[in-house]
Antibody
Framework: EVQLVESGGGVVQPGGSLRLSCAAS????????MNWVRQAPGKGLEWVSV???????YYADSVKGRFTISRDNSKSTLYLQMNSLRPEDTAVYYC????????????WGRGTLVTVSS | DIQMTQSPSSVSASVGDRVTITCRAS??????LAWYQQKPGKAPKLLIY???SLQSGVPSRFSGSRSGTDFSLTISSLQPEDFATYYC?????????FGGGTKVEIK
């Protein structure tokens, strides 16, 4: 079955760190453009980061310099390392696969909740 | 950044009603627009891409259209399973941006 399953969310204090994981099955992570998209409680969707099939990475300005996207091809897993966390980073974090040739998201995980609070 | 403005923010409708949601881009994005459906506690689901193309498996009561920088999602005859929040997303340039969402509620 083609699916994405996120894990690693939790409660962290401001300034802390957390690493999210997204396990993929049914397709090859390294051959796709994989993304993180977040949704603050009761709010809309915000694109966070992408890793291209060639390994290039891009970030939203709101997380640049604090978050790092990566992948482990052998484990077919996507990661998001989040450092210097702020209360405004509180959100459900989804991993999402880009449509093969356009910037739409055709496969999403169920999300993992990150809460930044003292 | 390209701003996507959705309206209305919520709409109350009955089963069988025709519902139209609009999304306006702050600058030209050609037809690089998608619509997603999200139900509570679930991930978004791609419904429409490139403004008017129906994703595989999505019922034909959903349709999309474009007029300049204005985009519309229409549900021709609302079904019980369609009560959800709908988001537009521009795919023209980075950063990719979403509209604020439209909640379709039961009247």
């Amino acid at each position: 079955e083609v699916q994405l399953v996120e894990s690693g969310g939790g409660v962290v204090q401001p300034g802390g760190s957390l690493r999210l994981s997204c396990a993929a099955s049914g397709f090859t992570v390294s051959s796709n453009y994989m993304n993180w998209v977040r949704q603050a409680p009761g709010k809309g969707l915000e694109w966070v980061s992408v890793i291209y099939s060639d390994g290039d990475t891009y970030y939203a300005d709101s997380v640049k310099g604090r978050f790092t996207i990566s992948r482990d091809n052998s484990k077919s897993t996507l990661y998001l390392q989040m450092n210097s966390l702020r209360p405004e980073d509180t959100a459900v974090y989804y991993c999402a696969r880009r449509w093969p040739s356009n910037w739409y998201f055709d496969l999403w995980g169920r999300g993992t909740l990150v809460t930044v609070s003292s | 950044d390209i701003q996507m403005t959705q309206s209305p923010s919520s709409v109350s409708a009955s089963v069988g009603d025709r519902v139209t949601i609009t999304c306006r881009a702050s600058q030209g994005i050609s037809s690089w627009l998608a619509w997603y459906q999200q139900k509570p506690g679930k991930a978004p689901k791609l419904l429409i891409y490139t403004a008017s193309s129906l994703q595989s498996g999505v019922p034909s009561r959903f349709s999309g259209s474009r007029s300049g920088t204005d985009f519309s999602l229409t549900i021709s005859s609302l079904q019980p399973e369609d009560f959800a929040t709908y988001y537009c997303q521009q795919a023209n340039s980075f950063p990719l941006t979403f509209g604020g969402g439209t909640k379709v509620e039961i009247k």
